[in-house]
């Protein structure tokens, strides 16, 4: 079974500008979430569908955004780049609706310069 | 919302000798705990998980315990092999989908 795949892995922005990432799940997970991943920070939630339903925000500003489709592929979005959103974003499915193991994809690294 | 804090921050040890990671949690409504691994550049993997019905879970040199009442929970590995380096995040989640809170890691270095 395929794990899950993100694009792009590797990308460098401009500050205002904005950027789309992309999740595939793996076959059968209805359950995707993001996570922004920092050295000072760590591991942040940022949100989380299932069944194209948003169930879950962390705190995060609305310049973060994102979206399922009805195959299960979600996409985030990040408006009004700033330096600070310099990052790896991960993206994880899970089989079950809640309470169950995520597994992660391998992120794309976010540069803003 | 749920606090997850980690502790050490770094750990070295010899081959052969046994680490324990510890985290604890805060709100008593998070019921499922995993530990993922993670080397330089690679994604998170899983590598145990416990739920709250259950106080230890083994998995060869891995194993982790939780204790309900004082919120926490340790990962301790047993005869530790150079592989073992990487970056070890505690997790912990409740029954309200799949939103994960993480601790801040611990950088584990076994040293030949």
Sequence with gaps: ?113 | GENVEQHPSTLSVQEGDSAVIKCTYSDSASNYFPWYKQELGKRPQLIIDIRSNVGEKKDQRIAVTLNKTAKHFSLHITETQPEDSAVYFCAASQNTGNQFYFGTGTSLTVIP
């Excluded at chain 1, 760590?42 to 009805?70: A, I, M």
């Excluded at chain 1, 974003?89 to 995520?102: E, P, V």
């Design chain 1, 1 to 113: 079974k395929a794990g899950v795949t993100q694009t792009p892995r590797y990308l460098i922005k401009t500050r205002g500008q904005q950027v789309t990432l992309s999740c595939s799940p793996i076959s059968g997970h209805r359950s995707v979430s993001w996570y922004q991943q920092t050295p000072g920070q760590g591991l942040q939630f940022l949100f989380e569908y299932f069944s194209e339903t948003q169930r879950n925000k962390g705190n995060f500003p609305g310049r973060f955004s994102g979206r399922q489709f009805s195959n299960s592929r979600s996409e985030m979005n990040v408006s009004t780049l700033e330096l600070g959103d310099s990052a790896l974003y991960l993206c994880a499915s899970s089989a079950a609706s809640s309470g169950n193991t995520i597994y992660f994809g391998e992120g794309s690294w976010l540069t803003v310069v």
